[in-house]
């Protein structure tokens, strides 16, 4: 009788075990259509991503604190504007996930010194993480965000190399 008992709560304890959820991955997978190419038009929070000629996925972004206008310098808290690259990723940012976009570039870099300025850099789309969970409006240093579970699919679709235009 004991033996039973015993052999009962090892069946109980593996059912409830096997019940159990296990936490969701961060990194998804994606099968579908190349994205060839991600197109940003700041004026009205958009970000779409492409295949040659087919939008695959279009999101909601926010945007850096002062969006109008082209990103200039550091600390100008604005989103770049132009023909970029994403050329990072990022799988331990505090914004849940990121990829880089590859500003500045040449032309950006000689603007800034041609005034005495620094460039700035460091921009991403990334996700908004725990710190920024309920941020509203455009609310990053310059970067492009989403939520973390569009950044998460933006993350296994998007590879280094794509080109990126972000347009007012």
Not at 14 to 28: D, T
Not at 49 to 78: A, C, M, S, Y
Request: aromatic letters at 8%; a positive charge.
């Amino acid at each position: 009788m004991a033996v039973f008992r015993i052999l009962l709560g090892l069946i109980v304890v593996l059912v409830l075990a096997s019940c159990a959820q296990k936490p969701e991955s961060k990194f998804r997978s994606y099968h579908g259509p190349e994205v060839t190419r991600v197109v940003v038009h700041k004026g009205v929070r958009q970000m779409e991503l492409w295949h040659h000629d087919q939008v695959l996925r279009i999101f909601r972004v926010d945007l850096g604190g002062d969006p109008n206008g082209h990103k200039t310098r550091e600390g100008d808290r604005r989103t770049p504007e132009g023909h970029y690259l994403i050329d990072r990723r990022n799988p331990n940012s505090r914004f849940h996930l990121s990829i880089g976009i590859d500003y500045p570039n040449e032309a950006d870099v000689a603007r800034a010194a041609a005034n005495g300025w620094r460039p700035g850099g460091d921009i991403f789309i990334h996700g908004r993480g725990p710190r920024f969970a309920g941020a509203n409006g455009d609310w990053t240093e310059g970067c492009i965000a989403v939520s973390d579970r569009e950044m998460e699919d933006i993350y296994a679709m998007v590879r280094n190399g794509t080109p990126i235009s972000i347009y007012p």
